[in-house]
């Protein structure tokens, strides 16, 4: 519950802006998912009967991808609903993990994930010659250990944050204004083969 309000505050503090009718009605409520949702801002695309028919294997594809962020049977909080062009964005818990975020992650050489005495070892050599080729090859068997080391801990730490920022569905449209005429009502008929709101 108070990760939820957090959200809501920040989802706030961002929009700068007083909310829309749509956003009043659905911010902040509860939503009961009948559906996975990937750990990536990219969400779940739910089209109009008038738009373009997406791709039906793009979720799958999201999921395999980013994992699993919210899980079917899972209640989440709406967070944002926001008109963007010919789609209407529906976060949830957050709206989802971005690339922004990744970029903020560890990298392979931060004191994050220490250091073993095999790292040490081949550091200390590496400090200690002045043959260029050795140190060179030293060097990459330094970077080849290291990341063998680190990959699956970053990998492991990536997973948890993409469970961490919820996801969204992405509502569109045949043009912006379509989007801009929907309804509350429409729109939650939209979502409901995905969602049951609480």
């Known amino acids: ?17 007083p909310p829309t009718a749509m956003e009043e009605h659905f911010r902040g409520r509860q939503v009961t998912l009948l559906v996975d949702m990937p750990g990536d801002d990219s969400g779940v695309d739910v089209y109009a009967r008038e738009a ?13 991808k980013y994992g699993i962020a919210l899980r079917r049977g899972q209640v989440a909080a709406v967070t944002l609903v926001k008109l ?22 560890p990298g392979y050489d931060s004191v ?18 002045r043959d260029k080729e050795r140190r060179r090859r030293l060097e990459s068997e330094y970077d080849r250990v290291r990341r063998r080391r680190v990959r699956p801990l970053r990998e492991q730490l990536e997973r948890e944050e993409r469970a ?3 996801s969204r569905f992405n509502i569109r449209f045949a043009s912006e204004k379509a989007a801009a005429a929907v309804s509350a009502e429409e729109l939650t008929a939209l979502l409901r083969p995905y969602l049951e709101l609480r």
């Open 1 to 17: 519950m108070m990760r939820s309000l957090l959200f809501l505050g920040l989802a706030a503090a961002l929009q700068g802006q």
């Open 52 to 64: 373009p028919a997406g791709h039906s294997d793009e979720a799958g594809g999201r999921l395999a």
């Open 84 to 105: 963007k062009g010919d789609h209407i964005e529906f976060q949830l818990d957050g709206g989802g993990f971005t690339n922004r975020q990744l970029l903020g992650l």
């Open 112 to 129: 994050h994930w220490g250091t073993t005495e095999e790292e040490r070892r081949l550091r200390s050599s590496m400090m200690g010659t």
């Open 164 to 166: 961490r920022h919820g």
